[in-house]
């Protein structure tokens, strides 16, 4: 093995070195599988699949095909004779076709485990499920023999939430999920004896943040006598499942709720999953939210992804769609299938009420979550160019490099208002006071240039720079104007990973406003200072991975020249649908879009739920 040339990190060959010195082996092969197993660790694979690694070495691993030949003939048949998958305690565990690092295994069992046994939960459907239904939806329209009515998805999916103690909920951008989980948390506080105790989460403090806003505005639209103890504050999940330094660290609390609301669940690791799934209590509801077709977490796993892989098929057993029927008068026969006890569970939202059917946002999103490259090919053609002038709700810029005069002028306009007011304070030697504040993050949110990478001339920090000199910022230090991110909880201060503040200038001098929701769910403003914030970035441009659980009303969509491995389907899919309005895709090459489009990630793991009703 020469080290120099593998495409391996030094904590691959390291653990595998380990492994040897611990237990020695004889087979080169059993060496090379331990280093693989911790390299696809690395690449966010809750194992290396075997038979994938057999048929095609290069997708599995996701390595040039140079590196194709360096690989050992047979290689994943030695997994049968490793010897570092003997007794409970092994690091690897080969389970089938997979082979583990024993830590991602038992988080894997841990999870099915868990789902098994709460979908095998017996839960009394109240007799007034019917009327309570038709109390928060409208009833359905009567189908004719020439027309057939689609279902209301958000209706099967209250019930549905309403008979079991794990229910889950996908759908994309604008299907309504937040508006989904106001009624059925009504639904349910309507059939209980007593007020529910409940918990709203979601993986980031934006995300946290914005469903509790959807929340607080959702629970206006309900019949007066079901809005009261709604919860309109959702909290991080490091903070409900008490997360510090590690996941590991300590054991999950076990939390004394009845209902637990998970949101944006697709962000969501393997570890964090197993340790909010031993957490909340049998007896409780644990509903999960997310867009099974975003980017997975960045941690090992995509959970969410896995446990929702047939939601578009729907796989309802007869005995279901006759329940549905009878509770709900909706007709899901089309969606009808031998589908797995966890499909009985889950829901998937399809039509969206941000996008409508001629929306060129909606297309683009679509076609690029088909794999249509086609079609995205004919959408890209079809694209005007950006202009200040140009009210077209998708343009396109193809800069030279990521610092295009083009991008700039397109910053430069999108934070003129911001820049206006900020001129205004400093001309009248003024200072920002709560409502000012609140009203400058507002249109903070309103515009952002997202990337796929952080370093090259496309990337975060090289666009962060560009772009504050356009907007005559200065490079380093704090100034009025700079927007950040937080990239660290931060529990002394009441901050989280992903929470955006704005330097401003306050009474008592530079200070940070974040946005913070007071007791009654009236926003106010948290003003810290600068000298306090230890793990923050500028956020002038953030990547796709940090935007999710996010939305604004204009997005720049900055891709890289060339096709790089982070660039696939799931980022441009997740990168467009931030954008709730106008969407500007900023593209040196076109090439570099079309492979994207065919580059899906393919993410191993075992976490499938094939035990059939």
Same mark, same amino acid.
């Given at each position: ?21 611990? #237990? ?48 050992? =003939? ?288 909606? #297309? ?5 979550n088909a794999g249509d490259?086609?079609?995205?090919a004919a959408l890209w ?57 609140l009203l400058l993050l ?62 401003? =200038? ?58 790089? =491995? ?48």
């Open positions: 093995m020469n080290e120099p040339e593998l495409p391996l990190t030094a904590l691959d060959l390291a653990f595998a070195r380990y492994l040897q010195q611990a #237990q020695p082996s004889e087979d080169v092969r059993h060496i090379w599988l331990a280093a693989l197993t911790s390299h696809q660790f690395g690449r966010g694979h809750a194992c290396l699949d075997l038979d994938l690694l057999r048929q095609n070495g290069v997708l599995a691993l996701g390595w040039e095909a140079r590196w194709q030949t360096i690989l050992p =003939p047979d290689l994943a048949d030695a997994a049968s004779s490793l010897p570092w998958c003997q007794g409970e305690a092994s690091p690897l565990v080969l389970d089938g076709e997979r082979l583990y690092l024993r830590r991602n295994w038992l988080a894997e069992q841990a999870i099915r485990a868990s789902i098994l046994a709460r979908l095998a939960q017996p839960c009394v459907v109240p007799d007034g499920l019917a009327q309570a239904l038709d109390s928060l939806f409208d009833r359905p329209p009567t189908a004719s023999a020439e027309t057939s009515v689609a279902p209301d998805w958000q209706k099967v999916a209250c019930a549905l939430a309403a008979r079991g103690r794990f229910t889950l909920i996908t759908g994309g951008p604008g299907t309504g999920k937040t508006t989904t989980v106001v009624r059925l948390l009504a639904l349910l506080q309507s059939q209980a004896s007593r007020p529910l105790r409940i918990a709203l989460a979601a993986p980031t403090g934006k995300a946290a943040a914005r469903l509790g806003e959807s929340i607080s505005q959702a629970i206006q639209r309900l019949p007066l006598a079901m809005q009261a103890h709604i919860p309109t504050q959702a909290q991080t999940l490091h903070k409900l499942l008490q997360v510090r330094a590690a996941v590991l660290a300590s054991a999950a609390p076990q939390l004394a709720l009845d209902v637990v609301v998970v949101d944006e669940a697709s962000m969501i690791d393997q570890e964090l999953m197993a340790r909010l799934i031993a957490a909340v209590p049998l007896s409780a509801s644990l509903i999960l939210l997310g867009d099974k077709d975003q980017l997975a977490s960045v941690e090992a796993g995509a959970v969410m992804g896995q446990l929702c892989a047939g939601a578009q098929a729907g796989g309802y057993s007869a005995e279901t769609v006759q329940w549905l029927q009878r509770h709900t008068g909706q007709d899901v026969r089309l969606w009808a299938g031998a589908g797995s006890v966890l499909a009985q569970q889950t829901v998937m939202l399809r039509h969206s009420h941000r996008f409508a059917a001629n929306s060129l946002i909606g #297309q683009w999103a679509s076609a690029v490259r086609q079609a995205v053609e079809a694209t005007p160019r950006w202009s200040n002038t140009q009210e077209t709700s998708v343009t396109r810029l193809q800069p030279a490099s990521g610092s295009d005069a083009g991008l700039a002028a397109l910053v430069l306009a999108a934070w003129q208002p911001t820049l206006a007011s900020l001129l205004a304070l400093q001309a009248e030697s003024k200072v920002c006071d709560d409502e000012q504040a507002k249109a903070l949110g309103r515009f952002q240039v997202l990337c796929a990478l952080r370093e090259g001339p496309a990337g975060v920090l090289a666009l962060n720079r560009s772009l504050a000199r356009a907007l005559a910022f200065p490079l380093e230090g704090w100034y009025p104007g700079r927007p950040v991110m937080v990239t660290r909880n931060d529990y002394n201060l009441g901050l989280m990973n992903g929470d955006v503040g704005l330097c401003l =200038p306050s009474t008592r001098g530079l200070r940070v406003a974040f946005a913070a929701a007071g007791p009654d769910g009236v926003m106010g403003v948290r003003w810290v200072l600068p000298s306090r914030l230890d793990a923050i970035e500028t956020v002038l441009a953030m990547t796709v991975h940090k935007s999710q659980g996010s939305e604004f009303d204009q997005v720049a969509l900055v891709l890289p020249e060339r096709m790089t =491995p982070v660039l696939t389907r799931e980022l441009l899919y997740t990168g467009i649908t931030r954008a709730k309005s106008q969407l500007t895709l900023v593209v040196p090459q076109a090439g570099v879009l079309r492979q994207a489009v065919a580059a899906k990630i393919l993410r191993s793991g075992g976490l499938n739920m094939e035990a059939k009703t």
